[in-house]
């Protein structure tokens, strides 16, 4: 599986939008870009996933650039409780398994 | 839906002993389930995939025989952490797939063990 390339840490004001990147420079045309974060001490939440085209659902949208070497995840309307980890991973499409990096801490601040 | 559990939430063992984690999926039958542990500050590490009625694979530098799994039924994966020392410590999270290409994990809340 590809590997991801993700910032240790990003702040975002309460109510801005969080707009999280994300590197897979080195993606195959067969694999996913999925996205799961991680409140302090609990398990790991699904947030999206995308293969080519950009993806929204009711917590986040998922931009996907053209050449896919690359990845924004969205969060519209950040609140408090979106302080999480979030991870960016890359996935092979017959439901490989999930391989996480450091992923993103990000801090959601009043 | 898409309901993962385990059982316990968290368990304090002493040294030398066996201890068992339960995950279950819910409200889905889960054609495969994988265990992670993850130590304080740091991210999830795989530690073994599972399929329904088969072994286990087992991550390079996960030993077999120390992190027993059985994965009996569709809805229920058990990992076993035998003769349990302090290094073990650890939170230990499963996930469960529904199945088909392109799917998501749905994870468990986890259990953090510790060994005194």
């Known amino acids: 599986d590809a590997k991801t390339t993700q910032p240790p840490s990003m702040d975002c004001a309460e109510g801005r939008a969080a707009n999280l990147p994300c590197n897979h420079s080195?993606?195959?045309?067969?694999?996913?870009v999925y996205w799961y974060r991680q409140i302090h001490s609990q398990g790991p939440q699904y947030i999206i996933h995308g293969l080519k085209n950009n993806e929204t659902n009711e917590m986040a949208s998922l931009i996907i650039t053209e050449d896919r070497k690359s990845s924004t995840l969205i969060l519209p309307h950040a609140t408090l409780r979106d302080t999480a980890v979030y991870y960016c991973?890359?996935?092979?499409?017959?439901?490989?398994?999930?391989?996480f990096g450091q992923g993103t801490e990000l801090s959601v601040k009043p | 839906g898409a309901v993962v559990s385990q059982h316990p939430s968290r368990v304090i063992c002493k040294s030398g002993t066996s201890v068992k984690i339960e995950c279950r999926s819910l409200d889905f039958q889960a054609t495969t389930m994988f265990w992670y542990r993850q130590f304080p500050k740091q991210s999830l590490m795989l530690m073994a995939t599972s399929n329904e009625g088969s072994k286990a694979t087992y991550e390079q530098g996960v030993e077999k025989d120390k992190f027993l799994i059985n994965h009996a039924s569709l809805t229920l994966s058990t990992l076993t952490v035998t003769s349990a020392h302090p290094e073990d410590s650890s939170f230990y999270i499963c996930?469960?797939?529904?199945?088909?290409?392109?799917?998501?994990?749905?994870f468990g809340p986890g259990t953090r063990l510790t060994v005194l």
């Open positions: 991973i890359v996935r092979a499409s017959q439901g490989g398994k999930l391989i």
């Open positions: 996930s469960a797939s529904l199945g088909g290409s392109g799917n998501e994990q749905f």
């Open positions: 080195t993606i195959s045309g067969n694999e996913y």
